[in-house]
């Protein structure tokens, strides 16, 4: 059942980042480019929790798991800092 859940988040974090890609090619808004990559890394931060707990049981991928997580997020702030100039 966990396994489920955490591929329909993966899912729909990719899919929140395609349309928000394709909101930016339309509308050329940069913080839509922003958040697409902050959604885009949530999807592979998802996809690599999936691995995890499922796949690799003896390897432990905490640490990309919270890497790939603070790089998104820190994307998403920096865009946000940056279009606020």
Known sequence: MAEGIYLLCALTSAACAVLLLR????????????SALCFGGLALNNVFVLADLTAFGEVDLSLLRSATALGSMATLVFGLVWEAK
């Open 23 to 34: 909101g930016y090619r339309r509308t050329q808004a940069r913080l839509l480019f922003w």
